[in-house]
């Protein structure tokens, strides 16, 4: 009797908690850039709707893997994948969060409030030709400074990163030697300097270490009180990171053109934009098997496209702007379901 | 074997009744299904070590094959150009243990030497307990450690060979605590199987208590001194999450004591999750290279304990 009791409980929450995940749940899995606007998206949505989102931050690589092998509705990546490649897994790509990654350092002792750098130098740095604080080359960049003779200590993202393919794409476009030696990566060799783990790995590292120099996205940065590079953009200004230099950038891509939506925001064009500018990718399959779920996820974009501007910005993150955000949902009728009718139609 | 001998003594007495005769017999039975079961988990152990070099063959094949002997000889490990070079790592892993070894034997040794011989009776059991505690600290809790403690310290001391704090040789000392407590507690045991009458004669001939540990008591257990080196070994070869913190994860090649660098397990640890294709063989191979390197290292310590003509080994 008692065992009768128990068996139906059980097989009964069983069945309560799997339709809960089938209908309740969105399931997503990649970048971990975007991951704090994500679940504070997330967050508002299951208030709103009571549909929740399952994101595992696994890192962008993991994502695409994910995503290709199907266990997930979506996948999320900061570096996008080019159109060969999409149409390879049948996969199509659309971004959905932009951000910056700024270069950040710390010298004992050192009053000023910040540095100018341009593309050149700091890919010195990084490939180890330059090494000290009062080197020549960033002197003549910064001609009222007075610089500390401290010896320099690159630090970078140990682990496969989206913010690292940013940095990396943004090294190699300025500098030709940095191309031809290290090249772009999600996971490269740096010939110099200290690895660390994750966005506030690196911000904990430049923090304690004299002479530091790192990369992080900006809202780590913000978060730690680094002294911030300016650096000089394609136009040739020094400018500033800040969500105005950020949305300059991004103000410039020209989404309409890219095959694939395949668009890397570094070395913009444009007098105030922010040089290592960067958009973070979802990946869905063009042919689904779960119609429904396909649905759910694209219910939760819109969603976010329309009403998740203010917490992104409160994140420090830049929104894409409403053209980009109606081409995406107008780009969604390419997702088919079992049946071949398309998954989105509103 | 045991079986036939059991049976052949029962039917040798003769007078045992037949129900006698059947309970010996089903024991009999029994001892041959225990054997079996006993043989069989050894066997699976086998089974499952050779499961997992074939599978760590297979799957790492295509780097190898692609690579050859570049794979050994190439100074970075590139994964956006496809340049992989274990190198870097090997050569990270055998220093960070090297210099492991060398801090942390002569200390085990010595804590060894003052439980057994000088202790007060007082402190003995309290300090037991407190090394074997140590051994007992999660590996995650020693990184920790290191980032936070240990790199912000070499730093401050020495600004000039330490910069960052992390690296090689930062790992090198992580592991020499973390192996410690192993090397001691093992060290501890084979000193207390020297016969006290070999201690009193010795102390009975004048010597000092330097002469006697110098002369009596390690020599003749040499033997399982090294077993307890090779057993430390074997750990901080191994050693992943404590590495990974410290030790800079630069994949360039830099051969240097206290420069940054990274080690085969440091190396999957970071990398293994978000590869695939050429990168994810080559980090089987890598995996199969560590194997390999414990693997020698253990028949190496299996070759020394044999030649070695130590009484207690």
């Known amino acids: ?90 996969l199509m790509q659309w971004p959905m969060v932009m951000g910056g990654v700024v270069a950040a350092f710390h010298i004992d002792g050192f009053d000023g409030e910040s540095l100018n750098l341009d593309g050149d130098t700091l890919a010195d740095i990084y490939l180890g030709n330059i090494t000290n604080w009062n080197d020549d080359a960033i002197a003549e960049l910064n001609p009222d400074v007075e610089l500390p003779d401290a010896q320099i200590t690159p630090v970078y993202r140990a682990e496969g990163s989206g913010t690292n393919f940013l940095f990396t794409n943004y090294l190699s476009k300025v500098s030709e030697d940095f191309a031809s030696t ?102 869905m399959h063009k042919e689904v098997q779960d119609a ?20 992104a910005q409160e994140l420090d993150y ?20 079992p049946n071949g009718d398309a998954v989105w139609n509103q | 074997m045991a079986t036939t001998n059991s049976a052949g003594t029962g039917s040798g007495l003769g007078h045992l009744s037949e129900a006698m005769h059947k309970r010996l017999r089903r024991k009999a039975q029994i001892d041959v299904w225990f054997e079996r079961v006993l043989f069989g988990f050894a066997l699976a152990v ?66 060894a030497i003052f439980l057994t011989e000088r202790c007060p009776g ?37 600004p000039d060979v330490f910069p960052a704090g992390t690296g090689l040789t930062t790992a090198g000392i992580i592991l020499a605590v973390m192996i410690i ?32 540990a110098r002369q009596v008591i390690l020599p003749s257990v040499k033997g399982g001194l090294v077993g307890g080196v090779v057993l430390g070994l074997g750990r901080a070869l191994g050693e992943t999450m404590a590495v990974t913190f410290v030790i800079g994860n630069n994949l360039f090649l830099n051969p240097t004591l206290t420069g ?4 085969i397990a440091a190396l999957i640890a970071n990398q293994f999750s978000e590869s695939d294709g050429t990168q994810r063989s080559a980090l089987l191979a890598l995996g199969l290279i560590l194997f390999l390197i414990t693997f020698a290292v253990l028949a190496f310590a299996r070759y020394l304990l044999r030649n070695s003509t130590g009484r207690h080994a």
């Open chain 1, 1 to 90: 009797m008692l065992k009768h009791v128990f068996a139906t409980l059980i097989s009964g929450s069983l069945v309560i908690a799997a339709s809960a995940q089938a209908q309740d749940a969105i399931t997503g899995a990649g970048a971990t850039f975007p991951y704090p606007v994500y679940s504070q998206w997330a967050d508002a949505y299951q208030d709103e709707s009571g549909i929740g989102l399952n994101y595992q931050a696994i890192g962008s690589g993991g994502g695409i893997q994910q995503i290709v092998a199907k266990t997930v509705t979506f996948g999320a990546s900061d570096a996008p994948m080019t159109k060969e490649e999409l149409d390879k897994n049948g």
């Open chain 1, 182 to 283: 290290v090249g772009e990566g999600k996971s490269v060799a740096w010939p110099a300097g200290v690895g660390a783990k994750a966005n506030a790995g690196v911000a904990s590292q430049i923090g304690s270490t004299n002479g530091a120099i790192g990369y992080v996205e900006y809202a780590y940065a913000a978060q730690n009180e680094l002294s911030l590079v300016h650096l000089e953009n394609s136009d040739g200004n020094v400018v500033e990171p800040s969500m105005e230099s950020f949305m300059a950038a991004a103000g410039n891509a020209e989404w309409q053109d890219a095959p694939g939506m395949y668009l890397v925001l570094t070395d913009q064009p444009g007098a105030d934009s922010w040089p290592i500018t960067g958009a973070s990718f979802i990946l």
């Open chain 1, 292 to 311: 429904e779920a396909a649905n759910q996820a694209l219910k939760f974009f819109d969603w976010a496209y329309s009403n998740g501007n203010e917490m």
């Open chain 1, 318 to 337: 830049v929104p894409m702007p409403d053209n980009v955000a109606d081409m995406v949902r107008d780009s969604w009728s390419d997702i088919q379901g």
């Open chain 2, 46 to 111: 086998l089974l499952l070590l050779g499961a997992i070099i074939a599978s760590l063959m297979v799957s790492s094949w295509p780097a190898l094959q692609r690579y050859g002997v570049d794979f050994f000889t190439e100074n970075r490990w590139a994964a956006n150009v496809e340049v992989f070079g274990a190198l870097p790592a090997i050569y990270g892993t055998l220093l960070t243990s090297i210099i492991a070894i060398v801090i942390a034997v002569p200390i085990s040794f010595g804590i």
């Open chain 2, 122 to 158: 007082f402190l003995r059991q309290p300090l037991s307990t407190l090394i074997e505690l140590l051994a007992g600290i999660p590996s995650i809790i020693y990184g920790m450690w290191g980032m936070e403690v240990l790199a912000p310290l070499l730093r401050t001391w020495f």
């Open chain 2, 181 to 212: 407590p192993f090397i001691t507690a093992v060290s501890r045991d084979v000193i207390n199987t020297v016969p006290s009458v070999m201690r009193e004669s010795a102390y009975g001939l004048g010597c000092t208590t330097w002469e006697v």
């Open chain 2, 260 to 263: 940054q660098g990274t080690s």
